[in-house]
């Protein structure tokens, strides 16, 4: 079997990147948009922009896949991958690949089925703008489309990034719930590249500024001061 471009990746739902099977998150509605004329950027030859890197230029959504082999029943949740996805590059020739817009992918697994596929851009206040739409609340400082890690927490989906932006939290259709602080608890940036420990259903996480780490007891999350 050959490596699938992102376009494969689009026609056949299937998710050969890195990306999380997310359980127990409630639906919301999102709708589907195209990106405005000239908006996604023409490759031109350059190779951020070419292959696997060209953009993928529509948010879709398609019920009752088709599925080769089988669905264990015991999958229940959301598989998803993240990924950059220019949107409105003012000189593509300056483009690079890990600068590119977040767009979450995913495949709703359910009772043996794939019950839905769908892509989102994050709706960043600048991705917002150039589709056209509102964004709802302040701008918050370094604020960027998340598009370097994906993962599960209390419920929510997190989209993550490294260098500067507060997470952004989707619903569990990927519409973009806003950005998200823990609670007021982060001020900026924290590593997209989480570790968890199942045994305690804890998650860490570092930044420049803070480290965080949650109490199992009461559930809070609190600051770790690094110099």
């Not at 099977?21 to 195209?34: D, N, R, Y």
């Not at 045994?199 to 965080?212: K, N, P, R, S």
């Amino acid at each position: 079997m050959t490596g699938p471009t992102r376009r494969g990746v689009l026609r056949g739902a299937a998710f050969t990147a890195a990306g999380g099977l997310l359980t127990g998150l409630g639906a919301g509605a999102a709708p589907a948009s195209a990106a405005p004329a000239g908006s996604v950027p023409k490759s031109g030859g350059l190779p951020f922009l070419e292959g696997a890197f060209a953009p993928v230029t529509k948010e879709l959504t398609e019920f009752g896949l088709r599925v080769h082999g089988r669905v264990p029943r015991d999958l229940d949740g959301r598989y998803l991958r993240t990924g950059p996805n220019a949107l409105g590059l003012e000189d593509p020739r300056a483009h690079h690949w890990m600068l590119g817009d977040g767009m979450v992918h995913g495949v709703r697994l359910r009772d043996g089925r794939a019950e839905w596929y769908r892509n989102r851009w994050v709706r960043s206040s600048q991705v917002a703008k150039k589709l056209g739409e509102p964004y709802p609340g302040p701008v918050p400082p370094d604020d960027f489309a998340c598009n370097t890690h994906v993962i599960p927490y209390k419920g929510r989906i997190l989209a993550l990034q490294e260098s500067g932006p507060l997470p952004y939290e989707l619903d569990g259709e990927l519409g973009t719930v806003g950005p998200f602080d823990f609670r007021g608890t982060l001020e900026g940036a924290l590593t997209a590249h989480t570790k968890y420990d199942a045994a305690a259903g804890m998650y860490a996480f570092t930044g420049i500024l803070t480290a965080l780490y949650e109490r199992r007891d009461t559930g809070t999350v609190r600051p770790v001061e690094v110099s």
